[in-house]
């Protein structure tokens, strides 16, 4: 959480920069994402510990997603003010369907990882019989005294 947590912090300070030096928006879309990405981590993080029982220390948690906020309150002003008219409703909707779209190719990664289980799983089932009839095959062999 802690690593999450830098890298936001690290990301909107230059976004920060880059403001206040006058440029545009456009020219820090890499630490926008990065912003965003490191949110998330932190968010789908916490989501994990909860569904599993495993608690840190919840003051820390608590503390590390207010700074996020606070830090995404200011890049929504920063849009607002400094953007084109609706950029930040725009990049709401943006967002909104990249998290569904991750989320669905996270789901298909894990469909094509059951997939490929069940495959090997067939795969060592098909060996195993192959090898167990050569075997059986072998002894009834030695037992008709053919080998």
Same mark, same amino acid.
């Given at each position: 959480?802690?690593? $999450?947590?830098? %890298?936001?912090?690290?990301?909107? =300070?230059?976004?920060?920069?880059?403001?206040?030096?006058?440029?545009?928006?456009? =020219?820090?879309?890499? *630490?926008?994402?990065?912003?965003? /990405? %490191?949110? $998330?981590?932190? &968010?789908?993080?916490?989501?994990?510990?909860?569904?599993? #029982?495993?608690? #840190?220390?919840?003051? $820390?948690?608590?503390?590390?997603?207010?700074?996020?906020?606070?830090? &995404?309150?200011?890049?929504?002003?920063?849009?607002?003010?400094?953007?084109?008219?609706?950029?930040? *409703?725009?990049?709401?909707? /943006?967002?909104?369907?990249?998290?569904?779209?991750?989320?669905?190719? $996270?789901?298909?990664?894990?469909?094509?990882?059951?997939?490929?289980?069940?495959?090997?799983?067939? =795969?060592?089932? /098909?060996?195993?019989?192959? /090898?167990? %009839? #050569?075997?059986?095959?072998?002894?009834?062999?030695?037992?008709?005294?053919?080998?």
């Amino acid at each position: 959480m802690l690593a $999450e947590l830098a %890298a936001a912090n690290a990301a909107f =300070g230059i976004i920060k920069e880059f403001v206040s030096n006058g440029k545009e928006l456009s =020219g820090c879309v890499k *630490q926008i994402s990065d912003f965003v /990405f %490191a949110k $998330e981590e932190i &968010e789908k993080n916490l989501k994990k510990k909860k569904s599993k #029982g495993v608690g #840190g220390t919840d003051l $820390e948690e608590f503390m590390a997603l207010e700074q996020i906020k606070e830090k &995404e309150e200011e890049l929504k002003k920063i849009m607002i003010y400094l953007g084109r008219p609706g950029l930040w *409703q725009d990049w709401q909707v /943006f967002q909104a369907e990249a998290r569904k779209s991750r989320r669905y190719a $996270e789901k298909m990664a894990e469909k094509r990882k059951e997939e490929l289980m069940e495959y090997v799983g067939y =795969g060592i089932a /098909f060996i195993s019989v192959i /090898f167990f %009839a #050569g075997l059986m095959a072998w002894f009834i062999g030695k037992w008709l005294g053919r080998f």
